[in-house]
């Protein structure tokens, strides 16, 4: 089962971006067809990270958060309205050991399910009740991002990792040239971790906890 990490400090810090590490499965288990063709084996995956800009805020939508635009914003009223297409995502970089994607050579849709903190929840409850996603705090223990949409591509090939009910992930050179995995399944599996700017290590499928990274 995927499972998200991502390593935030818990104070916040002045100037820091947030990184997300994604870790996917090895490419071979499909529930509905051929799973690895032409150069693509089993012994192939996805991985990579992407990188957020320190106090963007990112759009509502089903999906999760909208890192790269779009999505619905709240006003201190309560109110909604249609967030800036405007992307947070400084960089990211994405390989199935075939290609690397980054912002320089493909373009990028990313959405995730990241946990959603009440402003103003009292006992009494909240009116209006304004909510925010929490890109500087650690993930609460036991959270499972429950959605995510990855979706990176150039005119020939791309890289593709998702969970909305299934989970789905599929990388391609071209129409000869591909490996997927993915099955349907219930919520990922997930953990938090802190620590310095590096990549996390992951053994089974996951996006890691955000983690800080001061500029």
Do not use: E, K
């Not at 992407?50 to 890192?67: H, K, M, N």
Request: hydrophobic fraction near 35%; include cysteine; aromatic fraction near 12%.
């Amino acid at each position: 089962m995927p499972a998200l990490l991502v390593a935030l400090a818990l104070a916040p810090v002045a100037g820091a971006d947030t990184i997300y590490t994604y870790a996917g499965d090895y490419f071979g288990t499909y529930t509905w067809g051929p799973n690895t063709s032409g150069v693509y084996t089993t012994a192939d995956r996805i991985t990579g990270s992407f990188t957020v800009a320190d106090g963007f805020i990112p759009g509502f939508t089903q999906g999760g958060a909208a890192f790269t635009g779009g999505g619905m914003l709240q006003a201190a009223n309560g109110d909604y309205s249609p967030a800036p297409s405007v992307s947070g995502v400084l960089s990211y970089s994405f390989t199935d050991g075939h290609q690397t994607l980054t912002q320089a050579n493909s373009t990028a849709i990313m959405y995730l399910g990241i946990p959603i903190n009440a402003l103003n929840l009292t006992d009494g409850g909240c009116s209006p009740c304004l909510y925010q996603y929490q890109l500087g705090a650690s993930w609460p223990d036991g959270f499972r991002p429950g959605y995510w949409n990855i979706q990176i591509a150039t005119p020939t090939s791309g890289i593709t990792t998702s969970l909305f009910g299934d989970r789905y992930d599929r990388a391609f050179l071209d129409a000869a040239n591909f490996g997927m995995n993915g099955q349907a399944v219930g919520p990922s599996a997930a953990t938090s971790a802190r620590g310095p700017c590096r990549r996390c290590p992951s053994h089974r499928p996951s996006f890691s906890s955000p983690r800080d990274c001061s500029r």
